[in-house]
């Protein structure tokens, strides 16, 4: 597989395979996106991938949508949509097969204790998530800052996120981090 | 169609009683995705419980649990899921179109402008800006969710997050060998937890 030369095939599979892994969602997968794209295939660097991040934190959809941002450094607009298609189109079918089994045996409840192991593990990958894309994207002491400033403010406020991520834009655009 | 004139009580005798085209999930579909800045769930949940009450709130809960505990992007599971409910599998797939296509058009447009001026080095500042106030929202997100585990005292599960943290944040592992030695952990000693309860209350 990874010797297939097609850079569409390679796109595809490689998504495909992370996407059946991705328990607790695209934001949890970032660290394996990250280790893939950047350490293995070395489709973009560091700054790159902490873009692309941006990026698809700026654009609304869903968060998986950074896998769009990654095919498209390899293959332009199809390596876009062969990596979208591969990390949303598997899962999605394994989706629908396992609620069409679960609805035909109705009294079989969505067991609690699935749930209870699950979830320290995605709060971990999250956690992983965030340290991935803040050793790419706080270079300086002042961007580290401003990354704290963001977690401090929206813990404790609702803020709207848009205001957080547009002021950390003018922030950035002023030179100032 | 009284679920027309009704107000915004949502029971289940308000749901809507003709499924949508596909026309009509497509389009939902695109602009809940197209709102939804920072994540669509909440705005999937608004179009789908209050707006077009195609689902109870419950009802709505209950398949977002379900795509939630299974791999892959939550939200476009749901829509699969979702989709497939009311419409068979064309319904699903007109949902899935509809969620992903639109914004990914946007995005990939927004990714040829950061290839012409990405070099820009004020646009690459505004951009690292950015992406720094948005790892702070992550971290954000994380604490929310650890802080259930913290109040209940949960010695396993935080150190299981923990351990997941190290092995996939710090020493950079393959995801899917830590997950086959993490989730079978997991369930082992959650399910050993679970057991030891229900005897101790006998």
Known sequence: MSGDDNPLFQLFWTFALISLFAVGGAVAAIPELHRVAVDVRHWMTDKQFADAFALSQLSPGPNVLIVALIGYSVAGVGGAAAATIAMCGPTAILSYVVSRWLANARDLRWPAMLQAALVPLSIGLMAASTWVLGVASDQTWRAFALTVMAAVVASLTRLNPLWLLAAGGCLGFAGLL | ?202
């Open chain 2, 1 to 202: 169609m009284t679920s027309e004139i009704a107000p915004a009580a949502s029971s289940a005798a308000d749901i809507a009683k003709t499924p949508p085209s596909l026309r009509t999930l497509f389009f939902a579909f695109a602009k809940m995705s197209l709102s939804g800045f920072g994540g669509v769930l909440v705005f999937a949940r608004r179009a789908i419980v209050d707006e077009h009450r195609w689902m109870t709130a419950e009802e709505f809960n209950e398949t977002f649990a379900l795509c939630h505990f299974l791999p892959g992007p939550n939200i476009v599971n749901l829509a699969m899921v979702f989709g497939a409910r009311l419409r068979g599998i064309p319904g699903g797939i007109a949902a899935f179109a509809g969620l992903l296509v639109p914004p990914m058009l946007l995005i990939t447009a927004l990714a040829a402008l950061y290839d012409r001026a990405g070099q820009a080095d004020t646009l690459r500042q505004g951009l690292a800006g950015v992406s720094c106030a948005a790892v702070g929202l992550l971290a954000s997100v994380v604490f929310r969710m650890m802080s259930p585990l913290l109040k209940k005292g949960d010695v396993v599960g935080l150190v299981v997050m923990a351990g997941v943290f190290v092995a996939i944040g710090l020493v950079r592992l393959p995801l899917q060998e830590v997950l086959l030695a993490a989730v079978p952990l997991s369930l082992a000693v959650t399910y050993a937890k679970t057991y030891a309860k229900t005897r101790w209350a006998r």
